[in-house]
């Protein structure tokens, strides 16, 4: 079967009513599918054969070829860094005078060892197989940078004009490295992608034995700190052991961390995300939500909603110890010990009390407490009905009954550098997964075919309703 066959059959067999005009839907979608593919076999890893350069370059070819002027398509990257190049793109609108929409995502991936994978795998290798593509990138995040490409072109062959600029910025270390394209942007560039708000990677459709959940709208996310715990003795020979022992102080410290919970502090995000999670949720799960969104001093509530790893980090600040190291030989007592302690922070929590609280744990054993670093500030992004209400209406046209859920991201995306610059940002695509089955950054990354169309369709007709416009 051929590629456009091919994906004809898949347009048939989703749920997805497409709305094309002028161009075919099957068209569009085989457009989408051959960026993906392209940009999935360019290795974009932070490693020596690691080029987003070169990805971007492939995308500002689309795009010029799609009729685009070539002084509204740019490929950046910093003058000692000719392999970290970033695509900004914009589709002009007819009023200058509005903020534009930012589509913000990362053509950078995590490093994949074909090794690492499957015998019949290869992780710089797009392939189709069982109704999945496979490749390193699928879902994390050249899926969304091909989709944002391919409905760019779409909506120009359309003659579609939107009340304002639409901006797209595809990226460059995200998932680590030097030169984070959203930060060397914001820097040097600010004028190009400086917008009234952003979608971004980190929300997305939720999914259990092909049952769709919820359509998750990421609003919030964790800061991130990580503290050095630091014990210190004069030290000893070994064969004259004492009670006071650098590596024991530093293992009660730890230990003290273990066993503390720091308080529930509720945002709007998370209240939404509870108080829409009850009903889904159900039984005692489903009720200790309710509770904590009434009384977020609901001790019993939270201890139930603790005992789930996911929610007791939306709950609160976590910590926990990643690294440990001690001693100096195999003969001597320890002089010194030391640990990591990494803390995601909730948006409003100041790293000072984080630290203060960490420092009054420790105390007790002679352990100093210091941060590494600084936090990024991150700012709950305002659930605004602007944004809001085209998603919950797009959702109910394309997955009647599923709901949008707000929600906090435990982890980190670019997010948090527009959000700290006053950009608020927006995680939702509209692309399901499977809540059992997640393979970003892991072992034979895949995307359910129909889910990759579908999350096209959905940011397709988004985009279009939060720029506004129609017709030339």
């Known amino acids: 079967m051929c590629c456009t066959a091919a994906v004809t059959a898949m347009l048939a067999a989703t749920t997805t009513a497409l709305t094309a005009q002028n161009t075919s ?14 940009l ?20 500002e070819r689309r795009l010029l ?9 740019h490929v950046l990257m910093p003058a000692d860094a000719a392999t970290k190049g970033n695509l900004v793109a914009r589709y002009r609108g007819r009023n200058p005078s509005l903020k534009p929409i930012l589509l913000l995502a990362h053509i950078d991936v995590v490093e994949a060892l074909p090794e690492d994978w499957s015998v019949d795998l290869n992780p710089f290798e797009f392939l189709e197989r069982g109704g999945y593509y496979y490749g390193r990138g699928v879902t994390d995040d050249k899926d969304e940078a091909a989709i944002y490409t391919a409905n ?19 990226t460059a270390d995200e998932e680590g490295g030097p030169r984070n394209g959203v930060r060397f942007l914001l820097e040097e560039h600010r004028e190009l ?29 964790k800061k991130f700190l990580s503290y050095y715990f630091t014990a210190t003795n004069p030290g000893g020979h070994s064969s004259l052991p004492v009670k006071k022992n650098a590596i024991y102080d530093l293992s009660q410290a730890l230990l003290a961390v273990q066993g503390y919970d720091f308080p529930v502090m509720l945002n709007e995000v998370t209240e939404a995300f509870f108080a829409g999670s009850a009903d889904l949720v159900g039984g005692e799960m489903g009720e200790a939500m309710r509770r904590i969104v009434t009384d977020p001093d609901d001790a019993a509530a939270a201890a139930t909603l603790s005992e789930d790893t996911g929610y007791n980090s939306r709950l609160r600040t976590t910590c926990v110890a990643t690294l440990l190291e001690g001693g100096h030989a195999q003969n001597a007592l320890p002089q010194t010990a030391q640990a990591n302690v990494n803390c995601r922070l909730l948006p ?20 100093e407490v210091s941060a590494r670093g600084t936090a990024t500030p991150s700012p709950p992004s305002p659930l605004t009905p602007e944004v809001l209400e085209p998603i919950e209406r797009i959702t109910r046209e394309m997955w009647p009954g599923v709901p949008v859920l ?42 359910r075919i129909e889910h990759f169309y579908e999350g096209q369709e959905f940011l397709y007709r988004l985009v279009k309703a939060l720029a506004g416009g129609g017709g030339p």
């Open 406 to 447: 707000p929600v906090m991201s435990t982890g980190a995306t670019d997010g948090l550098y527009l959000r700290r610059e006053g950009i608020p940002v927006y995680g939702v695509s509209g692309i399901f997964g499977d809540m059992d089955d997640r393979r970003a950054h892991g072992r034979d990354e895949r995307i």
């Open 65 to 73: 070829d799609a009729g685009f002027p070539a002084a509204d398509v």
């Open 348 to 367: 409003s929590h100041d790293p000072a009390d984080v630290r203060a609280r960490l420092q009054a744990l420790a105390e007790p054993f002679e352990v």
């Open 193 to 221: 992608i400086d917008a009234a708000f952003a979608l971004n990677e980190g929300g997305g459709g939720m999914a259990r034995d092909g049952e769709k959940i919820s359509n998750n709208v990421q609003a919030a996310e």
């Open 40 to 59: 999935v076999e360019i290795n974009t890893t932070n490693s020596e054969r690691g080029d987003t350069t070169a990805a971007a370059r492939a995308l």
């Open 152 to 170: 760019f072109i779409r909506m120009r062959r359309e003659g579609f004009v939107p009340d304002r600029d639409i901006v797209v910025a595809l």
């Open 25 to 38: 839907p099957a068209e569009d979608m085989q457009r989408a599918r051959s960026i993906l593919a392209e």
